[in-house]
């Protein structure tokens, strides 16, 4: 049976399409993705997001922990309430999961992982925290609001407290602060402007209800995965996982070969970093009608690769894609669509930013 959180009843009531997501029954759409999409584009919408993992990281060997623990540097958070995103590797440098970890204090860190690989994530960090006198406490009384959109923040500081608003107001990118009971992080999946915020269980359903009277749409996994898509934002399980490093998923930039650190998977990285990777991860789009989906296939130059996620983007009226292909020049690229191939244009990504085409795309 399906895991639900708390807002489920809502949902329904609201007249969501529910799907099973990760074990957990979560609502697709509400109506329409593509209004639900526009909405966050141009305006503001709210996702219910808890389904995700928080976990508190408590002791003095958290920071060495974190250190050993994931492949970008810890050492980068010195100001309470900084964010950091970063992988979680294995042996072969492989992604176990990918991850925020937010600074609280030098013995007080926090962490949100995915709702698909809760399970082995919680595991993996348990016995890798034992040898560090760690204690982890997985906060389900906390559940998560994403509220998104060139909008959202207004609709947000509106219903704080003039204390919690300037607080919150005050945060830069990726950055959390605590106010009104509230862990408020300016991060997001969509690729605009917002919040995701923790709030107790007991006040989660309240809080909704508020965000709604104030005019945020509610929105559902289906515009949050074009949005994300538009955005240039890696899905887990299905643009990486275990198999692939970050070298291959386009996340070089969340790696840091820092002197005097050595991480899980930091020496399979750099084997891979000095051979050079076989595989890179590159941005597509179809100019003319069809459909990229997952797993078509992509043929290039140097040879074939695959659709990792594909969707048709709202924004820009054509279908986009993450590829996974050989490296090297890839020449003239064609994709597979039931037995027809396809010409696609290969585009650095985001697709999608501020609302707007990026250059080149």
Known sequence: MSKTTIFNATHRALGAKMVDFGGWDMPLNY??????????????????????????LRGVGVRPFLRRLVANSVDKLKVSGKALYTCMLNAEGGVIDDLIVYY???????????????????????????????????????????????QARARVLALLSPAAAAAAEALGKFAACEGDGLFIARTGYTGEDGFEIMVPETAALTFWNRLR????????????????????????????DE????????????????????FTGRAALEAQRTAGAPRQMVGLVLDDKGVLRHGQKVLTATGEGEILSGTFSPTLGKAIAFARIPVGDPGAVRVDIRGRELPVRVVKYPFVRDGRACPGI
């Open 31 to 56: 109506g329409s993705q593509i209004e639900e999409h526009h909405a966050v584009r141009r305006n503001a919408g709210m996702f219910d997001v808890s389904h995700m993992t928080v976990v508190d």
């Open 104 to 150: 609280l204090s030098e013995d007080f860190f926090r962490i949100v992982v995915n709702a698909a690989t809760r399970d082995k994530d919680l595991a993996w960090i348990a016995a890798q925290a034992a040898a560090f006198g760690v204690s982890i406490s997985e906060r389900r009384d906390l559940v998560m609001i994403a509220v998104q959109g060139p």
């Open 213 to 240: 009277e104030a005019g945020v749409a509610p929105a559902g996994l289906g515009a949050r995965d074009t949005l994300r898509l538009e955005a240039g934002m890696n899905l887990y399980g299905q643009d990486m």
């Open 243 to 262: 198999t692939v490093t970050p070298y291959e998923a386009g996340l070089a930039w969340t790696v840091a070969l820092d002197a005097g650190r050595d």
